[in-house]
């Protein structure tokens, strides 16, 4: 008899952490929360940071300079599939979040950390390898800014703050 209740015992036991697990997952599949704005890391549990010289992303865009009000087209490449990234804009100056996102492709959605469509997010959790995005540069003059970008390779796998070359501001007075 004692044994014929162990079996639907671990059963639920299992069923019951499977669903914990799935629930908590299911949580960032549409994108990073906005407790992420700050340090750009995913909250995911266990999850393994790897060193952002040691990836398989780049991060880029064709200008080397902008001028205030500007639209700066960025590009993520990657040798290997992804699921889910945190992009900003960021002064150098300072590392504060700058501008705004204008463009982003499909599977992506704009967050606001500090003000509207600062940020932006995987809407989903479908496999991503080339994105393009376009950044808006504010009409004042902030200074020299750097893309930065956290990706997500799986629930457990992720590299923080990779870096873009600097991007100068120009007509500065």
Excluded at 114 to 139: C, I, Q, Y
Aim: charged letters at 20%; aromatic letters at 12%.
């Amino acid at each position: 008899m004692e044994d014929g209740r162990r079996a639907p015992i671990a059963i639920v036991g299992w069923a019951c952490t499977t669903l914990c697990l799935v629930s908590y997952a299911a949580a960032f599949s549409h994108g990073a929360s906005l407790s992420a704005c700050t340090d750009m890391m995913p909250r995911h549990l266990r999850a393994q940071l790897h060193s952002p010289s040691n990836n398989y992303v780049t991060l880029h865009t064709n200008m080397s300079f902008y001028f205030p009000g500007d639209k700066v087209p960025v590009t993520v490449r990657s040798t290997r599939d992804f699921m889910g990234f945190l992009l900003q804009a960021r002064k150098v100056s300072n590392d504060e979040i700058a501008g705004t996102f204008v463009f982003i492709p499909p599977g992506s959605k704009l967050l606001t950390c500090f003000e509207d469509g600062d940020t932006v997010t995987h809407s989903d959790k479908s496999l991503k390898r080339n994105l393009s995005f376009v950044w808006k540069a504010p009409d004042q003059p902030i200074g020299d800014i750097k893309f930065f970008i956290s990706v997500v390779q799986s629930y457990f796998v992720y590299w923080a703050k990779i870096e873009s070359a600097i991007v100068a501001q120009r007509g500065q007075n």
